[in-house]
């Protein structure tokens, strides 16, 4: 069986060439897909986890700090600093900005209080403590002692985070509390949340308790549809994937029409002929599953998105090549299996 479907391979390795190529181009991209499926759900984690917080307060009515359409005064926040069960709090202010003069592009606005829960952890530089002075993270094309223009106004970088983008990948600048209240409310004393460590016993009046759980899902919430529509992709590629498969091989059984009769003529069961179909499209999808990791690993820096592309993600792609390749082989098994042994005699 092994044999039959071997030295097929060898007969048309040109054609397995092709195919292992087209194929790869595919796999390549549902790895990609994956890897951007992760990527979004990762950067929120990471967003989230950079707070160091316990618990988080919002108003009441908000869903969560990042996409909260109510904020806090600073009596709501001396609220949460005094209930029990707080070891330290801090309000900070989600908005959007752009830099740039020219070209605009747009960035999340992170205000913090310097010193005090929820400050960016500083990987080159110092954190920002005035006015006038930012932190970037480390994918936005800018470095310490670099100016930005945000929103109109001169800002001196500062210091570097690690990559902390979020909503797709769009970068983040982080600015004190004071100077992101001044140039997202003209200066009014609101946030969107407290930060807090530890944990309130009871939410303050008109207030209401996360878990950084709760926050992270509020926050993916913007992007769930997002992700259904790159699962809807990769579902469609699968799809191509096995048509390009199905295709070779049920071209090889058209071609070896004569083969198969002068086979089943001098004895060879339709199982064995199956299995040397099964081995040719499991070998070429297994092989195209090899040149999309590479391809995938050099394509993966060229998106402006992070990529989450783990061991489980080749994993899959092996196991998903396999399964693919099982079922591309049943499109040249009917043709197999009926072929007339008599056509080896030159029968019709």
Same mark, same amino acid.
């Given at each position: 069986?092994?044999?039959?479907?071997? +030295?097929?391979?060898?007969? +048309?390795?040109?054609?397995?060439?092709?195919?292992?190529?087209? &194929?790869?181009?595919?796999?390549?991209?549902?790895? @990609?897909?994956?890897?951007?499926?992760?990527?979004?759900?990762?950067?929120?984690?990471?967003?989230?986890?950079?707070?160091?917080?316990?618990?988080?307060?919002?108003?009441?009515?908000?869903?969560?700090?990042?996409?909260?359409?109510?904020?806090?005064?600073?009596?709501?926040?001396?609220?949460?600093?005094?209930?029990?069960?707080?070891?330290?709090?801090?309000?900070?202010?989600?908005?959007?900005?752009?830099?740039?003069?020219?070209?605009?592009?747009?960035?999340?606005?992170?205000?913090?209080?310097?010193?005090?829960?929820?400050?960016?952890?500083? *990987?080159?530089?110092?954190?920002?403590?005035?006015?006038?002075?930012?932190?970037?993270?480390?994918?936005?094309?800018?470095?310490?002692?670099? &100016?930005?223009?945000?929103?109109? +106004?001169?800002?001196?970088?500062?210091?570097?985070?690690?990559?902390?983008?979020?909503?797709?990948?769009?970068? *983040?600048?982080?600015?004190?509390?004071?100077? =992101?209240?001044?140039?997202?409310?003209?200066?009014?004393? !609101?946030?969107?949340?407290?930060?807090?460590?530890?944990?309130?016993?009871?939410?303050?009046?008109?207030?209401?308790?996360?878990?950084?759980?709760?926050?992270?899902?509020?926050? +993916?919430?913007?992007?769930?549809?997002?992700?259904?529509? /790159?699962?809807?992709?990769?579902? %469609?590629?699968?799809?191509?994937?096995?048509? /390009?498969?199905?295709?070779?091989?049920?071209?090889?059984? @058209?071609?070896?029409?004569?083969?198969? =009769?002068? #086979?089943?003529?001098?004895?060879?069961?339709?199982?064995?002929?199956?299995?040397?179909?099964?081995?040719?499209? /499991?070998?070429?999808? #297994?092989?195209?599953?090899?040149?999309?990791?590479? %391809? =995938?690993?050099?394509?993966?820096?060229?998106?402006?998105?992070?990529?989450?592309?783990?061991?489980?993600?080749?994993?899959?792609?092996?196991? !998903?090549?396999?399964?693919?390749? *099982? #079922?591309?082989?049943?499109?040249?098994?009917?043709?197999?299996?009926?072929?007339?042994?008599? @056509?080896?005699?030159?029968?019709?």
């Amino acid at each position: 069986m092994w044999l039959v479907g071997v +030295r097929d391979l060898q007969y +048309r390795r040109r054609r397995f060439l092709i195919a292992v190529i087209a &194929t790869s181009v595919v796999f390549s991209m549902t790895v @990609l897909m994956s890897g951007l499926s992760n990527g979004l759900d990762d950067e929120v984690d990471r967003i989230v986890a950079s707070f160091h917080a316990d618990s988080w307060v919002v108003a009441r009515g908000a869903s969560g700090p990042f996409t909260a359409n109510r904020f806090l005064t600073e009596s709501d926040v001396e609220s949460v600093r005094n209930a029990s069960g707080v070891r330290a709090a801090a309000p900070m202010l989600v908005a959007r900005a752009t830099i740039g003069r020219d070209s605009l592009k747009d960035v999340n606005l992170l205000g913090y209080q310097p010193g005090e829960v929820g400050a960016p952890v500083i *990987t080159e530089g110092r954190v920002a403590k005035r006015a006038g002075e930012v932190v970037v993270d480390s994918h936005l094309d800018a470095g310490v002692g670099d &100016t930005l223009d945000v929103s109109g +106004r001169a800002q001196r970088v500062v210091g570097v985070t690690d990559d902390l983008r979020y909503n797709f990948g769009v970068n *983040t600048v982080f600015m004190p509390l004071a100077a =992101a209240q001044e140039l997202a409310f003209s200066g009014q004393p !609101l946030a969107s949340a407290v930060v807090v460590r530890g944990r309130p016993t009871a939410a303050p009046q008109g207030l209401k308790v996360l878990t950084n759980d709760d926050v992270a899902s509020d926050l +993916r919430r913007p992007a769930k549809s997002g992700k259904s529509t /790159i699962d809807i992709v990769s579902y %469609l590629l699968w799809i191509v994937a096995a048509g /390009i498969i199905a295709s070779i091989v049920y071209l090889t059984a @058209l071609e070896r029409t004569r083969d198969y =009769a002068v #086979l089943k003529a001098t004895g060879t069961s339709n199982t064995t002929l199956f299995g040397a179909l099964l081995l040719q499209s /499991i070998a070429l999808s #297994l092989a195209a599953a090899v040149v999309a990791v590479g %391809l =995938a690993l050099l394509l993966a820096p060229l998106f402006p998105f992070r990529m989450a592309i783990d061991a489980s993600s080749y994993v899959l792609l092996a196991v !998903l090549a396999i399964v693919v390749g *099982t #079922l591309a082989s049943v499109a040249g098994l009917r043709r197999a299996v009926g072929v007339d042994p008599a @056509l080896a005699f030159g029968g019709a």
